[in-house]
């Protein structure tokens, strides 16, 4: 028996098995969910169709986010070849290298559009079509990090869109909760994937955070894909617009300090 036996899952953002997508893919399949999966279509034939096949799933669908023509289009076949969705998945998040580097004053006007456009208004573009999908209800998950809330260097425009994301999560919930769709983010510690290498300093910051995160150890995927089986399931039932954290209680400190 598992919690999420009969459920259909459609998970956006796979790109390898590192990625956070992947360990929710993982997480919800263990649990008895049917997965499917879209993600950019240079990725899909050599990395994400091998890895849908080792769960047992034939949907595997291109989409950039930035083009609406291709949300319509995984979303008619997932119509036509599932009918109904119950879990939808946005893990996802893109801005120029750039821009994650250096002053965050320096921000261009294209990169701020850019990355405000992939990683948060598609969580609006994906909401919107999944919903007509979710006849009795649904649960949709995105992915945040802490530089919404507060400065991370190099952060600089995500954390801008996270913001706008995390912000989104909360008008979604409210706008969708009457058709018993829940909407929540997850705030996950840093992760070695491949959005997070192009994040200046990243590899020093992810060094230190085990020497100060309360609980003293890395975030893995599938840390993140254990709180997504949660909000997945019926077991967050009355838990919606939340941003829920799975840092190991890094967000509590105030003045992160590591060990002598
Ligand atoms: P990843 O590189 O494995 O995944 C990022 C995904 O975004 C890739 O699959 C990529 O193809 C996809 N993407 C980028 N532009 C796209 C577009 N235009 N259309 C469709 N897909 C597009 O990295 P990840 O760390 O697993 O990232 C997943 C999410 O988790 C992101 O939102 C990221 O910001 C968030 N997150 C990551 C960390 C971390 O430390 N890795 C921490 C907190 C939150």
Known sequence: MGLLDGKKALIFG?????????????????????????????????????????????????????????????????????????????????????????????????GFMLALDVSAYSMVALARAAAPLMPNGGSMMTLSYYGAEKVVANYNVMGVAKSALESSVRYLAADLGPQNIRVNAISAGPIRTLAASGIAGFK???????DIAPMRQSITIEDVGGTAVYLASDLSRNVTGETVYVDGGFNVLGVPTPDE
């Open 14 to 110: 796979v790109a390898n098995d590192h990625s956070i997508a992947w360990g929710i893919a993982k997480a919800l399949h263990e649990q008895g969910a049917w997965v499917g999966f879209s993600s950019i279509e240079m990725l899909l034939e050599k990395r994400v169709r091998p890895l849908a096949e080792s769960l047992g799933s034939t949907f595997v669908e291109p989409c950039d986010v930035q083009e609406d023509a291709d949300i319509e289009r995984v979303f008619a076949r997932w119509q036509k070849e599932q009918g109904t969705i119950d879990i939808l998945v946005h893990a996802l998040a893109f801005a120029r290298r750039e821009d994650l580097d250096g002053r965050f004053v320096d921000t261009s006007r294209a």
């Open 204 to 210: 020093t910051m992810y060094g230190k955070f085990k």
